[in-house]
């Protein structure tokens, strides 16, 4: 079992930085792909950006190109979500996430077996 803990949310103005930070626990982590979701208020949960096991692969949701990073720190048993150029409408509940299956990258909510409890981004305009 693998539980997941997301830290680094708070309240930003627009066009600011946050950096997320999601520590796993339970087992290592170091031979799954890792990925970030977040949910608005309203919304259905969507892909933000996924890692692969060794940091050498990384997927983005279009709408944050350009302005997130995700990366990962093995030894820490840690995953990143480096946020900056922060938009009103990136304002959601984060989450990170980790599937069991290992050598895939999975892109989908549904692909995901184990979820954090979230933080909280708020970006003001």
């Known amino acids: 079992q693998v539980q997941l803990v997301e830290s680094g949310g708070g309240l930003v103005q627009a066009g600011g930085s946050l950096r997320l930070s999601c520590a796993a626990s339970?087992?290592?982590?170091?031979?799954?792909?890792m990925g970030w979701f977040r949910q608005a208020p309203g919304k259905e949960r969507e892909f933000v950006a996924a890692i692969n096991w060794s940091g050498g692969s990384r997927f983005f949701a279009d709408s944050v190109k350009g302005r997130f990073t995700i990366s990962r720190d093995n030894a820490k048993n840690t995953v990143y979500l480096q946020m900056n150029s922060l938009k009103s409408e990136d304002t959601a509940v984060y989450y990170c996430a980790a599937p069991r299956r290992i050598l895939v990258v999975p892109l989908r909510v549904e692909e995901y077996d184990y979820w954090g409890q979230g933080t909280q981004v708020t970006v003001s305009s």
């Open positions: 339970g087992r290592t982590v170091s031979t799954n792909s």
